[in-house]
T-cell receptor, first 113, second 111 residues
Framework: EAGVTQFPSHSVIEKGQTVTLRCDPISGHDNLYWYRRVMGKEIKFLLH????????ESGMPNNRFLAERTGGTYSTLKVQPAELEDSGVYFC???????????FGPGTRLTVL | GDSVTQMEGPVTLSEEAFLTINCTYT??????LFWYVQYPGEGLQLLLKATKADDKGSNKGFEATYRKETTSFHLEKGSVQVSDSAVYFCALSPNDYKLSFGAGTTVTVRA
């Protein structure tokens, strides 16, 4: 069974540009989460989807970030326009049950210059 | 809000040494507690969890006990191996969905 996959693995963009990150959860997992780790700090929760619906987006930092999960399968996280402080590693995770045991992808390392 | 504090690393040990990574938390209510591990080049993996006070989670020789009175969830392993070299994250969840993580502790085990 394939795990959670994320694309791209690395992205380097200039300030003001747009970047879209993609996450493919484990097949059949209704719950999908986005997290990010900035500059070696704590991994911070961004948002939680249940199927195609946003269940909790309390961690989204501002309106430059837009997450979607059309059809309840893969998800995208768009940053527009990107700022320097958006640099970090963006993790996606998925789970079937709400038992806290989430399966994480390898992350996308975003560098904004 | 909810938060997790774990001991800062890095931690360097010799094989067969005893490992302890301290973790304390602040939360309202009774969260579930987790340890995740990230091996080099891989994503985070759930190592163990505990959902209520006095529960002990265990996996791969690692153990942690949910201590409500001290709001702690320290990770221990009696005899580490080189393959245990990784970054360890303590985490909590108030609702079994959203996770709040500690800063992570890098552990290096030398042969």
């Amino acid at each position: 069974e394939a795990g959670v996959t994320q694309f791209p693995s690395h992205s380097v963009i200039e300030k003001g540009q747009t970047v879209t990150l993609r996450c493919d959860p484990i097949s059949g997992h209704d719950n999908l989460y986005w997290y990010r780790r900035v500059m070696g700090k704590e991994i911070k929760f961004l948002l939680h989807f249940v199927k195609e619906s946003k269940q909790d987006e309390s961690g989204m930092p501002n309106n430059r970030f837009l997450a979607e999960r059309t059809g309840g399968t893969y998800s995208t996280l768009k940053v527009q326009p990107a700022e320097l402080e958006d640099s970090g590693v963006y993790f996606c995770a998925s789970s079937q049950a709400g038992d806290g045991g989430q399966f994480f992808g390898p992350g996308t390392r975003l560098t904004v210059l | 809000g909810d938060s997790v504090t774990q001991m800062e690393g890095p931690v360097t040990l010799s094989e067969e040494a005893f490992l302890t990574i301290n973790c304390t938390y602040t939360a309202t209510g009774y969260p579930s507690l987790f340890w995740y591990v990230q091996y080099p080049g891989e994503g985070l993996q759930l190592l163990l969890k505990a959902t209520k006070a006095d529960d002990k989670g265990s996996n791969k020789g690692f153990e942690a006990t949910y201590r409500k009175e001290t709001t702690s969830f320290h990770l221990e392993k009696g005899s580490v191996q080189v393959s245990d070299s990784a970054v360890y994250f303590c985490a909590l969840s108030p609702n079994d969905y959203k996770l709040s993580f500690g800063a992570g502790t890098t552990v290096t085990v030398r042969a």
